[in-house]
């Protein structure tokens, strides 16, 4: 139930145009200081977490790793994305809490 949550809000984040995709689009936000936080689906290439991993650790962004390529793009109404940027603090924050609650509810089951 957590998992659907998570993707509904993701959704809700792109259609209040708070959301960047594509892994240049995004690496450009981290450089801006546009981007809160930024999510690379676990299914992406050892490269791009590398590439996209390193430059979050350099502008302090929170990066998290979750679902696959086609939830990512399914939730907010597109073809498969890799990796996101979410601009807007507020849902930064909703959805680091919606990932904290789920570890916490996977570690309980």
Not at 71 to 92: C, H, N, P, W
Not at 99 to 106: A, H, P, Q, S
């Amino acid at each position: 139930m957590m998992n659907n949550k998570w993707f509904n809000n993701l959704g809700l984040a792109m259609r209040a145009g708070k959301v960047i995709t594509g892994e240049d689009a995004v690496i450009d936000a981290v450089r801006k200081g546009e981007a809160k936080m930024v999510i690379v689906a676990e299914d992406s290439s050892p490269n791009t977490l590398k590439k996209v991993n390193d430059k979050c650790s350099t502008y302090q962004v929170p990066l998290h790793q979750y679902g696959s390529r086609e939830q990512l793009g399914a939730s907010i109404g597109k073809e498969t994305r890799v990796v996101l940027a979410i601009t807007d603090a507020g849902f930064a924050k909703m959805l680091k809490k919606s990932l904290e609650n789920r570890t916490e509810v996977d570690s309980i089951e």
